[in-house]
């Protein structure tokens, strides 16, 4: 399948506005003066759909969005360069708040609840799904109202197995907990994530690797966790398993946006074909290039270019 060709789905189920400023330093009970902010549309799967956009790659972002707040994402997103389904909501959409110190060259992220997901939105979605083209790719990715049911992710994977869809899923670790038993192609939780399913606190790195090989094995799942700034570690679910570290003359500006960005850029290699273990490199590419840039901003094919040399891997 080409570029050209790929069929791509991403599914938002707690889309944000994400405002960013800048203050000099935080002191409390003064009025912080701020510069002027940048507003984004926010999400797990619109910043996949985004990044693709970057890379040519046409996909169709479902979303949920209500209020005023839904009306000003509605709008950022008809800006944008890929097709959007909206899902009405009767609840405000949420905003999440950047704010980046000079005094200290520290980001601080404030993130607002998740929205609860009414039977009738869960029917829409899955009414919106319907029209999938055969093979391609879908991505779940972003938090997600803890109440959903897992039968409802179990009718998403239903429909999705039919067409012979892929399926990706980035999600939050209550939802992770629901996601893996029903065995999508890939995930990518980070640290935090992975022990809360493990329900385990902390693991050498022997301990590490050996879990990460028997779960994948065990759920037939191709799993990519993303360590911080120590790197990734990829699992294949056929005893196999890879290191990735952190490239030297990193400088993290921003990790808004870094965990998506290695999710389309998965995705854009494997639709190149490309082998599973060069993919995960090319992800870690494109989170890079995005952590090195200003708050709002993704990453940039030509940077990627350029990271992607000095991305390497060891197999464990």
Known sequence: MSLNEASVYTLTLSPCIDKSTRVDKFLPEKKLRCDHPVFEPGGGGLNVSRVLSRFG?????L???GGYTGKMLDEMIKRDRY???R???ALQTRENFIVYERASHLQFRFGMPVNKISRVEQKEILQALEPMKEGGWLVISGSADEALPAGFFEKIFKAARKKNISIFCDTDRVTLKKIIPLRPDWIKPNRSEW???LNRKALSKKEWIATGKKKAIEYGIKMVISDGEQGAWF???KG???FYPSPSGVKVRSTVGAGDSMVAGIIISKIKNEKDEDAVAFGMACATSTVTNAESEFCKPSEVKLWLRKISYTRL
């Open 195 to 197: 022990l809360h399913f």
């Open 57 to 61: 790659i046409k996909s169709t972002a």
């Open 83 to 85: 097709h959007s389904v």
């Open 235 to 237: 699992f294949s679910g």
């Open 63 to 65: 979303y949920i969005s």
């Open 87 to 89: 899902i009405p909501s």
């Open 240 to 242: 196999e398993g890879y």
